[in-house]
């Protein structure tokens, strides 16, 4: 028995129906016209009007924008000329040995980043692998944001610490329009190594506080790393390191910090003693509550910190935090935890036994540095000629916005990211996303529609009668993709959308049919670009 | 959030509680027990006949074909019982404020109502209804509310997670893994109707986890849709394009995977596609708990054959601190759908058919503590909601002047009472069966004749 079905919504000429639009309910919106700034096509900005749909009443005499202009978002020196060769040829034996052209320098753009701006790739071919990679691992300087700032539907700046969904466009705003992309993608990485939640954290801006550890913390020591994020004042909450007093050990931690963090599960790495006499180590930490600040003023406790020997992989001492961190990083099976961990992110199939014995020696000769290591990854034959990965959403979505040169202008970005699977700061559990089930019924259509709002301003009114009544097949995928960014799409997937564009020029037999057909072709296009096999893949 | 409960999901604290077993669960709810229905085998069923995208929890041998079947084939006209669960733990002190017990203000110097405020519980003149409850106040006033003051069972368990189990599987055992709607679907349900048993948010309910009956949750009431900016004949093309990604050849595993998504979208989106939309004779209140209610109420009247139904109530109320606002807005926004629920029932001519339950795991400790807020206490509150409820109060207010030995209000009925009158006044089936020791509770009368 069937649910009864809605009544067609407004139909355009002849009978031609629109479909409905599924968004959230707004039962009054007061539009008005606000300013803002685009990309103009080259390397600078533009100011366009477009319609705000307000959902309460705005003061008279609101911001509409558009704001100081935005830096301009090619990369400085995109437009003086290709920058030296620093690719000291012959590459190091074990690296990619192919060419490094913009087909490459996409790739790591992908993986290593968001994706390339136009004329970015070009750009960083240039600089040749090992130069392309290390313009990438090492930045110099503080990062950049390129384009507009980011701001909520009315128009307001984001409140990344006070409002829900805010620290997620935070993140994503970073992700759009840093100049350090790696520093972000990792700082994304390290969000799902050592996943925290919002769920058990006082404060977003404990969160946000976290995340910029990472980014900061990201390149150098993992050891360092790993102290820093063990007594983060957000993990402390999350996984109860607070809580945890030689009165009354909680294991929470110190079980993760093996199994998740820096060990792995079930070889053989650590006992179930281990677990419980590294609870001891970390014992001593605390906080403060207050209804106003929330959990605020962590310390160590000398108090409550077990000062009894402790017993940890079968060595003996009084073992402090610390040395708990120090332990694990130490532990025989741990550089094999983490480059086959960090490789992950990068590569879909695991390394083989050579290169990840390789990368072992890398990161034990540099003293468990994790810059070698990235660099090692990114320079790997695997990552330019093995097969695709599937991009998280976010990653998805920032590309996408990158490519259309639009900058985070609507709250939407987070709900729609929560259906597609992934809400940053709110992980499913401490191990982080699942990277294998990004893909299903349900979140391939939360994909879809996030596609469909990111192209919302572009696309074409089919109904006010101005669109081109003769454009051809191919002058409208050339249309569509440009808008795009021009993405390279399998050759296959191109015919596909050159066939669509014909098919649907053949339905339009009337000539009232010719514009609106056409304009909705052109949506048709857009759409179908963005949630084509090769946007989605990395 | 709350200093006390941190706030934990149960999930989570599984993992804390299985990242302790070296020394047992954690001390914050010892002895918690595991959720009922746990471990139970999903599938993701898209039913055509039902209009939904279904989780499917058991049964995990009967092919999908067949609960399309049994979906389409099965009896329309059973009543049903809709469960309305108040996480986190709500009482009478702020649904049925005693404010004209003497004590009352003194335990709640700073969250106590006015004496003025809202309107009077005609059963019990010291009771009045908060502001937040006036749909459940307006409903009472015709006859249509069952209320239970101070419900709970003896020795109460402060554990959400304990004493949630113990309402979820209908006695006090830690053990036990169905619900006890679970059991009675075991008893009168069949094989290939998961829709028998439906959870609407998202995931399974402890309380309808049954032994072998396939049941069902969904995330939304709204059916299955990709949003665009193509209408017909073109959007027709743009679809055949989007379902040739799925199936062309795939040549590494990333590949194979997002071709097998697509082919799967696309599928289900020409199965369900604009199938999920429904209309309301009524206008109901913009919140997310309204608007799965309406989805209800349009899937009754469309003869999807349910028995029995779970939602969470709007908001929390384990409300240890700044209670007054936090209470006041998921209180408010629960009884106006409520309300709405049964409006839309009556006009649609179906409120025969439905009895809504009202239930929380424990109540608050009266007297306030330093944060605004209340922390866990012992008798909770319960109502039974329907045009063919009793409308008769179950157990009486007992009062602050006297409470139990942990300074909580006193339990005056047994939630297990009330189950064995829903199962045997309303569901017409026998409570022995389904609640261990059923010979035991007097049967307070629920059901109008």
Known sequence: ?538 | MHNCCNNYTRSQLLRSAAAEAGRGLPAIEAGMPEPAGTGLSRRTFLSWSAGLALAVYGASKIPLAAFEEGIAQAAQTDKILVSVFFDGGIDALSVLAPTGDPRYAQLRPNLALAADAGTEFSEDPRLRWHPSAAGLATLHGEGKVSAFPAIGYDHPDQSHFTSRHYYEIGELDVGSHTGWLGRYLDDVGNDDNPLQGLSMDGSLSPMIATANRPVAAIDSVDGYDLWSHVSQPISDEMYKSFARFGSLPSDSPGMAQVRRATAQTDKLRTDLGGIGDFTSPISYPQTGFSHKLAGLAAFIDAGLPMRVVTISASGGYDTHADEAEDLSRGLRDTCEGVLAFQRDLEARGLDDRVMVELWSEFGRRPEENASLGTDHGAAGCAFVVGSKAKGEMVGEFPGLAQLDQNDNVRVTSDFRAMYCSLLEQWLEHDAASIIPGASSFARPTLVKP
Request: aromatic fraction near 10%.
């Open chain 1, 1 to 538: 028995m069937a649910i009864p079905q809605a009544t067609a919504s407004a139909s355009g000429p002849k009978g031609a129906s629109k479909p409905k639009r599924h968004r959230p309910r707004h039962w009054h919106l007061w539009k008005d016209k606000h300013y803002r700034w685009v990309p103009d096509g080259d390397c600078g900005w533009r100011v366009q009007s477009y319609v705000v749909r307000h959902k309460h009443k705005p003061p008279r005499r609101h911001h509409r924008g558009p704001g100081p202009r935005p830096a301009d978002r090619c990369a400085p020196n995109a437009a003086a000329g290709p920058a030296p060769l620093l690719d000291p040829d012959p590459r190091p034996p074990g690296t990619y040995q192919g060419p490094f052209g913009p087909a490459q320098a996409t790739r790591l753009l992908q993986r290593a980043g968001f994706g390339a701006l136009p004329g970015q790739a070009e750009q960083l071919a240039s600089l040749g692998l090992l130069g392309a990679v290390r313009s990438l691992t090492r930045p110099s300087g503080s990062a950049t944001l390129h384009g507009p700032a980011p701001v909520d539907d009315d128009g307001n700046p984001i409140a990344p610490a006070d409002a829900w969904g805010h620290d997620h466009l935070w993140f994503l705003d970073r992700m759009v329009r840093s100049d350090q992309p790696l520093v972000e993608r990792m700082a994304l990485v390290l969000h799902d190594w050592f996943a925290t939640s919002n769920a058990n954290v006082s404060k977003q801006q404990q969160m946000i506080d976290q995340s910029n550890l990472f980014r900061s913390a990201c390149f150098g020591s993992f050891l360092d790393l790993f102290e820093a994020v063990t007594v983060d004042p957000a993990m402390l909450q999350w996984l109860n390191g607070a809580e945890n007093t030689k009165q009354a050990p909680n294991e929470n931690y110190a079980r993760e910090m093996m199994e998740l963090f820096s060990l792995g599960a079930d070889r053989g790495a650590y006992s179930e003693d281990d677990i419980r006499e590294q609870a001891r180590a970390l014992t001593g930490w605390r906080y403060d509550w207050s209804n106003e600040l929330g959990a605020h003023n962590f310390r160590f406790d000398p108090k409550r910190h077990d000062t009894s020997v402790k017993t940890v992989f079968d060595i003996a001492g009084n073992w402090s935090w610390q040395d708990a961190c120090r332990l694990c990083v130490e532990n025989p099976l741990h550089p094999s935890f983490f480059v086959e961990k960090l490789w992950s992110y990068f590569i879909p199939q695991p390394p083989s036994s050579s290169t990840g014995d390789g990368l072992i020696s890398t990161y034990r000769g540099s003293g468990w540095a994790i810059r070698p290591v990235l660099e090692a990854i990114l320079t790997s034959p695997d990552l330019y000629q093995g097969p695709p990965m599937v991009k998280p959403p976010v990653v998805q979505l920032a590309g996408m916005l990158r490519s259309l040169g639009r900058g985070i202008d609507t709250y939407a970005w987070a709900w729609l990211c929560d259906e597609a699977g992934q809400m940053l700061f709110w992980p499913p559990n401490v191990s982080g996303w699942d990277d294998t089930r990004w893909l299903d019924t349900s979140r391939l259509r939360a994909r879809w529609n996030i596609v469909n709002y990111a192209i919302d301003e572009i696309s074409v009114d089919a109904w006010n009668g101005t669109y081109s009544a003769t454009e051809t097949a191919e002058e409208a995928l050339a249309r569509a993709m440009g808008a795009w960014g021009s993405p390279s799409l399998r050759d296959e997937h191109r015919a596909e959308l050159l066939d669509l564009a014909r098919r649907s020029e053949k339905l339009a037999t009337a000539s009232w049919q010719q514009g609106p057909y056409r304009a909705m072709r052109q949506n048709a296009l857009l759409q179908l670009i963005g949630i084509s096999p090769d946007l989605i893949l990395q």
